[in-house]
T-cell receptor, first 111, second 117 residues
Framework: GEDVEQSLFLSVREGDSSVINCTYTDSSSTYLYWYKQEPGAGLQLLTYIFSNMDMKQDQRLTVLLNKKDKHLSLRIADTQTGDSAIYFCAESTSGTYKYIFGTGTRLKVLA | DAMVIQNPRYQVTQFGKPVTLSCSQTLNHNVMYWYQQKSSQAPKLLFHYYDKDFNNEADTPDNFQSRRPNTSFCFLDIRSPGLGDAAMYLC????????????????FGPGTRLTVL
């Protein structure tokens, strides 16, 4: 079945860039998402990318998609302590309701 | 602001005592979802409603039920909570199932953390 994988932890220093990686198996994925979850809170959509795009930039966030390798990454420039959270990638297919979530990457930003 | 609201944010119940969690939305979205998220895990879809059409995931236990009396509200009923049901329960909405839509984007509420004693 479909699977989405992420590394569990990432630690960076404040002001550095963070890169969170995600791999997926479903070649029919149409949309890929990045969500942020702060402690005790729900999921907040950060950005998404269509599968026919290679890159999307939104202020400090850059999403790169390598469709051939089924690899998605989220780069956060100038990482701040407020970026400390769990980041989930998810994929879905047009016309379906279901998201397949990754296991989440816990980002810790050191001051 | 249009949003997804969950009440209560924290719920404590006793083993075996029925509990109901509620979700409301001001987005006027067709689809509402309930997810269960255990510590350090990805959210797991329990079921969803497309308008009044209920869709259960195959591995959702019978102990979990849902009601959607109107577009704005959706309830999660846990008939006999066990210790293993302690988790964060997330409600989400989307405009439709994506046919012709741009993104399938789901909007999440803040969650209800359920503790079972």
């Amino acid at each position: 079945g479909e699977d989405v994988e992420q590394s569990l932890f990432l630690s960076v220093r404040e002001g550095d860039s963070s890169v969170i990686n995600c791999t997926y198996t479903d070649s029919s994925s149409t949309y890929l998402y990045w969500y942020k979850q702060e402690p005790g809170a729900g999921l907040q959509l950060l950005t998404y990318i269509f599968s026919n795009m290679d890159m999307k930039q939104d202020q400090r966030l850059t999403v790169l998609l390598n469709k051939k390798d089924k690899h998605l990454s989220l780069r956060i420039a100038d990482t701040q302590t407020g970026d400390s959270a769990i980041y989930f990638c998810a994929e879905s297919t047009s016309g379906t309701y279901k998201y397949i979530f990754g296991t989440g990457t816990r980002l810790k930003v050191l001051a | 602001d249009a949003m997804v609201i969950q009440n209560p944010r924290y719920q404590v119940t006793q083993f075996g005592k029925p509990v109901t969690l509620s979700c409301s939305q001001t987005l006027n979205h067709n689809v509402m979802y309930w997810y269960q998220q255990k510590s350090s895990q990805a959210p797991k879809l329990l079921f969803h409603y497309y308008d009044k059409d209920f869709n259960n995931e195959a591995d959702t236990p019978d102990n979990f039920q849902s009601r959607r009396p109107n577009t704005s509200f959706c309830f999660l009923d846990i008939r006999s909570p066990g210790l293993g049901d302690a988790a964060m329960y997330l409600c989400a909405t989307s405009r439709d199932l994506g046919a012709g839509g741009p993104s399938n984007e789901q909007f999440f509420g803040p969650g209800t953390r359920l503790t079972v004693l």
